[in-house]
């Protein structure tokens, strides 16, 4: 479990590193192309410089997915021309919202706005934010394939299968409103930072250790075998791997 926040404020680098220092790893920001609540490509540096991994969430009005199938093309296209402008990473996720209380007789409608939204968005993974019926039905419909639910109209259920909770709401905390988020994995979080590169592959590194440790076996000295331990883990570092 990942402990994580949304909110409509934009993050200053001090507020995203308070985040930080108070034990967050990601939080969710609304990627629309304007207004007051608009991921912008420099919030979206600053947050990932400070540490914090980036959840997109796509939502223009609360009850938008009423529109259906033309809207969630329409949103689709749009969410992806801001995730390019971002510099939003292929294969990361794009949530959208079902920000209210979806009826039974609404939700042919609901699982039809994110079907068509996950069809305008391919080279991105696809998600839904809503209650615990609107996981339920847009899962058992596959209309996309990542799942946020809100513990508002929820009446105290919890799907099985999301990916992000929200629990909590409007709470206030280093001076802005947020909301309580939790998260399980495969969330589809990004971040702008480059992907790390390490100078030696995991394959060489592991076919140089194994005589580093016998080496190490051959040894009775304790200088010997510190150095020898010491060699070995210089080269998982340099080649991403946890050191022993």
Excluded at 170 to 196: F, K, R
Excluded at 218 to 228: D, G, I, M, N, Y
Aim: proline content about 4%.
């Amino acid at each position: 479990m990942t402990k994580g926040f949304d909110c409509s404020t934009p993050l200053t680098a001090q507020t995203a590193a308070a985040f930080v220092k108070d034990g967050y790893s990601f939080v969710a920001r609304y990627l629309v192309p304007s207004g007051y609540k608009a991921l912008t490509k420099s919030e979206a540096q600053r947050i990932s410089q400070a540490g914090l991994e980036i959840v997109s969430v796509f939502e223009t009005t609360a009850s938008r997915a009423l529109g259906g199938r033309n809207a969630g093309l329409a949103d689709g296209a749009t969410a992806v021309q801001v995730a390019h402008q971002l510099g939003q990473p292929a294969g990361s996720c794009i949530y959208f919202a079902v920000d209210f209380d979806a009826t039974s007789a609404q939700m042919a409608t609901v699982v039809a706005y994110i079907r068509a939204a996950s069809e305008a968005t391919p080279e991105y993974t696809t998600g839904v934010y809503g209650s615990y019926a609107v996981m339920e039905a847009v899962k058992k419909a596959g209309a996309c394939s990542r799942f946020w639910q809100t513990y508002a109209w929820s009446g105290g259920k919890k799907s099985t299968f999301i990916n992000i909770y929200q629990y909590l709401n409007d709470v206030s905390e280093n001076g802005i409103q947020i909301d309580h988020d939790e998260s399980y994995g495969s969330e589809g979080w990004w971040n702008t930072l480059p992907p790390v590169t390490y100078p030696l592959s995991t394959h060489d590194a592991n076919v140089i250790i194994p005589f580093l440790s016998a080496g190490y076996e051959a040894t009775t000295s304790l200088p010997a075998r510190a150095e020898f331990n010491r060699l070995a883990n210089e080269l998982r570092k340099a080649s991403g791997q946890p050191q022993q």
